[in-house]
């Protein structure tokens, strides 16, 4: 397993190593002394699988306590994800990663605490899964207007995106609680 830059330094792209033959494939999906080589947390405390259907948007979402380091693998379909640095001391506040998941190139992206996570479903349907550093607290949880022109986010095109209440009214980044 390779750890890659992406274009923020801290979010990451994990390219496994895969053995294949004419039975199929085996992959690590992860490897806790690579995480700790890398300075990153190799502990995880849940694990999350969520189905969608196409052109379902889910995020922008974090945890303004209990802050949430993901790692994100999309198992079955293709998904864009996203992860957006929140943290107003950071020199790339406001700046975005997306990367296109899928079952197909079996990659696997590093979101950090800190930063708002979503994505959107590219084919009929989608299954991702995620390990997280940290438990799911619903009370502490926010979310960022995934289409704010402020972040001005590279969504690729569909015929429509659907979204969850909560995420129809999600503040702008200038309007929402975020990291000091």
């Known amino acids: 397993m390779q750890l890659k830059a992406t274009t923020h330094p ?17 992959l690590e999906t992860f490897r806790s002394n690579v995480f700790a080589q890398a300075g990153l947390p190799d502990q995880f405390v849940q694990d999350n699988h969520s189905k969608s259907g196409a052109g379902i948007l889910r995020g922008l979402h974090y945890q303004l306590k209990q802050p949430q380091g993901k790692l994100v693998r999309c198992i079955s379909g293709e998904v864009f994800d996203v992860a957006v640095d929140i943290r107003k001391s950071s020199p790339h506040f406001g700046q975005w ?20 996570h ?10 991702i899964t995620y390990k997280c550093t940290t438990y799911y607290a619903p009370e502490h ?22 979204l969850s209440d909560k995420d129809k009214i999600a503040p702008t980044l200038k309007l929402a609680e975020l990291f000091p």
Not at 10 to 26: A, N, T
Not at 141 to 162: C, F, G, M, Y
């Open 118 to 127: 979503g994505f959107l479903v590219l084919s009929a349907s989608a299954e």
């Open 10 to 26: 801290e979010v990451l792209l994990l390219e496994p190593k895969i053995h294949g033959d004419q039975r199929g494939f085996f």
């Open 97 to 116: 990663v997306g990367v296109h998941l899928s079952a197909d190139n079996k990659l696997a992206m590093w979101v950090p605490p800190g930063f708002a």
């Open 141 to 162: 949880e926010r979310s960022l207007l995934w289409n704010d022109s402020d972040l001005n986010i590279a969504w690729p095109k569909t015929s429509q995106v659907a």
